[in-house]
T-cell receptor, first 111, second 115 residues
Framework: RKEVEQDPGPFNVPEGATVAFNCTYSNSASQSFFWYRQDCRKEPKLLMSVYSSGNEDGRFTAQLNRASQYISLLIRDSKLSDSATYLCVVNIPRGGNKLTFGTGTQLKVEL | EPEVTQTPSHQVTQMGQEVILRCVPISNHLYFYWYRQILGQKVEFLVSFYNNEISEKSEIFDDQFSVERPDGSNFTLKIRSTKLEDSAMYFC?????????????FGPGTRLTVL
């Protein structure tokens, strides 16, 4: 089983739509969870950390379900500028603070 | 806003040659990392570095790879004898501290092409 699993997409949605991405992770020792955004041929950039209580940042809402080992990201009122690949990332602290990335879900927001 | 910088942005080399990829982490950060991303694939961890020592390394980081912090600002990744399969984007990252919840800031990457 992959350490971090995501649907690669692409998700093609019209501007203004709400879109949800899901992610599962296999290691129950995972301690921290993130969504990163990656534009084509660019570096990953932190979109938001994900907390057990769920957290919201503007149009973005992230949820974590530790029991199911499941993470989600909801984007409301999507903009053209949201088009990117969204990376689900977990951190299993073993001394090196290594981030483990999913393959990413590609989002294309269209007019 | 402080940022991680990397040079060169693109490096082309012949198989078997040595390459050194350079990074300048954010100045007050203490933890440094290298990741790589083969075209079309996921970002993969290579190595983490703290207090002039490797903290953790992946299976990818074999004897052909080494890291160094030669001075107070640079952090380098050396590949001794490049292979075709080393062609990838190499990202340097840094974090202020080493807790799992600390954000890692990524540099813009060096695209390595091995011919």
């Amino acid at each position: 089983r992959k350490e971090v699993e995501q649907d690669p997409g692409p998700f093609n949605v019209p501007e203004g739509a709400t879109v949800a991405f899901n992610c599962t992770y296999s290691n129950s020792a995972s301690q921290s969870f993130f969504w990163y955004r990656q534009d084509c041929r660019k570096e990953p950039k932190l979109l938001m950390s994900v907390y057990s209580s769920g957290n919201e940042d503007g149009r973005f809402t992230a949820q974590l379900n530790r029991a199911s080992q499941y993470i989600s990201l909801l984007i409301r009122d999507s903009k053209l500028s949201d088009s990117a690949t969204y990376l689900c990332v977990v951190n299993i602290p073993r001394g090196g603070n290594k981030l483990t990335f999913g393959t990413g879900t590609q989002l294309k927001v269209e007019l | 806003e402080p940022e991680v910088t990397q040079t060169p942005s693109h490096q082309v080399t012949q198989m078997g040659q040595e390459v050194i990829l350079r990074c300048v982490p954010i100045s007050n950060h203490l933890y440094f990392y290298w990741y790589r991303q083969i075209l079309g694939q996921k970002v993969e961890f290579l190595v983490s570095f703290y207090n002039n020592e490797i903290s953790e390394k992946s299976e990818i980081f074999d004897d052909q790879f080494s890291v160094e912090r030669p001075d107070g600002s640079n952090f380098t990744l050396k590949i001794r004898s490049t292979k075709l399969e080393d062609s990838a984007m190499y990202f340097c990252a840094s974090s202020e501290e080493g807790q799992a919840y600390n954000e890692q800031f990524f540099g813009p990457g060096t695209r390595l092409t091995v011919l």
